[in-house]
């Protein structure tokens, strides 16, 4: 694929030559593993999960786990275009090459996704047309807790948490392939790993009917758990993306919640609650920190604020983060689980902003789905938000739950108005948003018997909201597409029928399906009227006395223990929390002498609550913070870093360039100066911005240090700190205060790759010439006639190309926008050009 980097879009999801990205030697690997996100680069680099798969298999000096997204569809015309087949961004390896695939079913708008990207590959799409020399094709993620819409397309599927089980696949593999084993002796050999679900030896027996089991003694099969978070690997060096939805140093606090919100099925799947030790906490921060150079963390766990040394965490993270401008993000929040000493240290950094998911606007219905939220915690905890700054707040809420009622959704602007009135003096900058979403029922949840609401119902509550908000100032509503939320109630609760619909909907051009500006579901009707399927039957209820399409994979948690909880709903009872109430015997947890229902697990795993508090610190009096906000806006060192740009790193743009020096230069523990005021920036600036696919061996970067260093430690410690392609060359001194020079001159080796006596002869008539007009817009967007010739001081032949010497006195255009005017049929796969020298003008102050 890299040799189509100068035409695909966005080039940088595709370089793969991030630091900390893992390269290995392939002659000393025995089994190579793609880690496939089925969506795109900036989604895939904002999941941690992968992360943590990817450190726990390549800490294995023998397994090399590599990374591969879902390109654009333009991407893709281009690879099927040229022929080209997808592959993993480090070694450029075509998919179809490696052992093992292992897809991160995350949620289901994304099977067509993989399809998409299985048929890329040139890899059959159904399990049972893969023979050797296929790789496996292997998925996990909370998805595959109910796999039977795509299990067909899969060879194996991981259940549960995925770091030990992923090693173990990995060691099967290797042991196949030195046995010459066959693929069905690999796949039996995988049933004895905790979490792995072969589909192919179930059989489906038709609707309403439960799976037929075909191997002897492989009748179920019950998740993967790891039951001590502290002795699992986490990745505190890792890939750092050029740019993510959620580009930071995420910190897995806890896993599991058990809570008990009767819709959320990572609630129960996950279960127990395992939290990682305060002190395996700070290391993981620390080194983090230190390895990654990110400026901000996230403190992340199904519900952040319940975890019981919240407190003591945030104060031992506080003052490293504030040290260096490193804000702290707390999503996940319940209403009561931030004291108020942790928000007043939160905004003394930088607000990243409030969400709290009330999930129902009345009381009866946070009864209902057991949220445990009161509309007096939750005023109070706005309240302190407003105290602290916050001038906006985000509140999350479900339509459709079971038993609802138009009261309730005008309980809805309600709760929000209250919420706006809080403020108090604040009001006048305050916004409000309720974020709605449409309730889907999933599996292995106390709801999963209980109906969708249907898409036509969907849009008249949602109308209903949006014409209560509108005469309200202040307050906003934001909904969830109705079309997304249908799609994935019918997948969410599917059977092995709806992979037939997977395969017709993605023939028909279904793709990133959870993308609101690509989503379509006429590919997916249309594809459930060829099978003979009833859209309103899958998002219907489901009969508690009949067998369901999951049943054969075990969460741990029992079906009595979902229909008991789906009674107290609608019963409007409330259960407590487990880790600090009675326990309800769930039956996940070996909790006081209880016996699991993970029987396989469980004489080997310690499979209970792991708690650092037995009751959460920051209940009673907390003692208050002093905030002492270290200056950062000294300045003891200016100076100007040149480095060479080639390689991989010439597809890189400006924009992604500013986030990859100043990660660098905290990496290289050079400590920048920041900007003042709200939101401080680091002072650092550019010369003329390169065009994304020119390297350059003469580039530079202006940066104020607050700590004075010799310019040869500069460059010391920056090359150590700096990703493939991006080499530091000199560092020169420059003055505190004045404004820098920049290039009026810049020599350029113009490459030709194909044809060129044709490119020779282009250029030889544009010198000879005396002008070259052409028409540009001004910014007010009238017509300019521009004149390139006085841009080209020199044009030098040389064996395989031209010296070109650019004058930007006058006026400055894009070195490769004129060289493709200049030779006007050609491609970007025609020719290269590298930057080779700056040269500044005679009166101008150089660096000194």
């Not at 093992?100 to 708008?109: C, K, Y």
């Amino acid at each position: 694929m890299k040799e189509l980097l100068p035409i695909l879009p966005r080039p940088s999801r595709y370089i793969g030559s991030e630091w900390g990205a893992v390269f290995k030697d392939p002659s000393t690997v025995t089994v190579r593993c793609a880690l496939a996100f089925p969506d795109m680069y900036e989604v895939g680099m904002s999941y941690l999960g992968q992360k943590i798969l990817s450190e726990a298999l390549n800490a294995h000096p023998h397994f090399w786990a590599e990374r591969v997204f879902t390109p654009d569809e333009e991407a893709g015309a281009i690879l099927r275009e040229h022929h080209v087949p997808l592959a993993t961004l480090e070694s450029d390896t075509p998919l179809r090459d490696m052992d093992v695939v292992g897809f991160s079913l995350t949620h289901e708008l994304c099977y067509t996704n993989i399809l998409y990207m299985l048929d890329l590959s040139d890899i059959p799409l159904r399990s049972a047309d893969r023979e050797a020399p296929f790789p496996l094709i292997i998925a996990g993620g909370g998805a595959a807790f109910n796999a039977e819409p795509v299990a067909p397309f899969f060879d194996a599927m991981v259940i549960g948490d995925g770091e030990e089980a992923m090693v173990r696949v990995l060691e099967a593999v290797e042991r196949a392939k030195a046995q010459g084993s066959t693929k069905r002796e690999l796949l039996v050999s995988l049933t004895a790993i905790p979490g792995l679900y072969v589909p192919s030896f179930f059989e489906d027996q038709g609707p309403g009917k439960p799976l037929k089991p075909l191997l002897t003694g492989y009748e179920s099969v019950e998740k993967a758990v790891v039951d001590d978070l502290d002795r699992a690997p986490f990745p505190t060096g890792q890939a750092i993306p050029f740019g993510a939805i959620h580009d930071r140093l995420t910190l897995e606090i806890a896993r599991g919640c058990t809570r008990g919100c009767r819709f959320c099925q990572a609630g129960m799947i996950y279960r127990p609650v395992r939290e990682r030790s305060l002190d395996g906490l700070d290391r993981i921060l620390t080194d983090g920190l230190a390895e990654t150079g990110y400026e901000e963390t996230s403190m992340l766990s199904l519900s952040t604020g319940d975890f019981s040394g919240l407190d003591s965490l945030f104060t031992r993270s506080f003052d490293k983060c504030a040290a260096e401008q490193i804000a702290i993000s707390l999503p996940s929040l319940r209403v009561g689980s931030l004291s108020a000493p942790i928000m007043e240290r939160i905004s003394s950094i930088r607000r990243t902003g409030a969400t709290i998911a009330p999930e129902a606007g009345s009381q009866r219905m946070r009864d209902v789905i057991n949220k445990g939220v009161d509309e007096a915690g939750l005023l109070e905890h706005v309240r302190l938000l407003f105290d602290n700054g916050w001038q906006g707040v985000k509140l999350y809420f479900m339509i459709g739950l079971p038993t609802e009622t138009d009261e309730d959704l005008d309980a809805i602007l309600d709760l929000c108005l209250k919420v706006r009135d809080a403020a108090g003096a604040h009001i006048k900058r305050l916004q409000v948003t309720a974020a709605v979403s449409p309730f889907v029922p999933k599996p292995h949840t106390p709801f999963q018997w209980e109906p969708q609401i249907p898409l036509d119902e969907i849009y008249r509550r949602i109308a209903h909201l949006r014409n209560i908000f509108r005469p309200h100032k202040r307050i906003s509503i934001k909904y969830h597409e109705p079309e997304m939320t249908s799609l994935e109630g019918v997948f969410s609760r599917g059977d092995r029928r709806l992979a037939e619909v997977v395969e017709r909907a993605y023939a028909k051009g279904a793709l990133f399906s959870s993308w609101k500006d690509h989503l379509r579901l006429e590919p997916y009707r249309e594809a459930m009227a060829e099978a003979g399927l009833d859209w309103d039957e899958y998002i219907g209820p489901r009969d508690p006395e009949k067998p369901l399409p999951w049943d054969h994979l075990s969460s741990g948690v029992t079906r009595r223990f979902l229909l008991t909880e789906r009674e107290r709903a609608l019963s409007g009872k409330i259960t407590e929390d487990c880790r600090y109430g009675a326990c309800r015997n769930c039956g996940v947890c070996q909790f006081d002498g209880r016996v699991s229902t993970l029987a396989g697990q469980a004489g080997d795993k310690d499979i209970r609550p792991r708690l650092v508090f037995h009751r959460r610190d920051q209940e009673g009096e907390q003692p208050p913070y002093t905030v002492e906000k270290p200056d950062l806006t000294g300045k003891a060192g200016h100076f100007r870093v040149w480095y060479e740009k080639t390689g991989p790193a010439a597809f890189l743009s400006q924009l992604e360039l500013q986030a990859v020096f100043e990660r660098a230069f905290r990496r290289a523990r050079l400590p920048m100066a920041f900007s003042a005021g709200f939101h401080p920036m680091p002072r650092l600036s550019f010369g003329k911005a390169l065009p994304v696919g020119v390297e350059s061996r003469c580039e530079w970067i202006n940066v104020f240090l607050r700590e004075d260093f010799g310019p040869d430690e500069v460059i010391e410690r920056l090359a150590r700190s700096m990703p493939r392609g991006l080499a530091p060359i000199r560092a020169d001194r420059l003055s505190m205060g004045r404004k820098q020079s920049q290039a009026v001159e810049e020599v350029y080796e113009l490459r030709f790759t194909r044809d060129g006596a044709r490119r020779l002869e282009q250029w030889r008539a544009f010198m000879d010439a005396e002008h070259h007009f052409i028409e540009k817009k001004t910014k007010k967007g009238k017509p300019k006639q521009v004149d390139l010739r006085p841009m080209v001081r020199e044009a030098v032949e040389t064996g395989d190309g031209l010296t070109l010497v650019l004058d930007w006195r006058e006026q400055y255009m894009s070195p490769l926008s004129l060289c493709s005017i200049v030779m006007a049929d050609a491609g970007l796969l025609d020719f290269g050009l590298t930057k080779t020298e700056q040269r500044f003008a005679p009166e101008e102050d150089e660096p000194a």
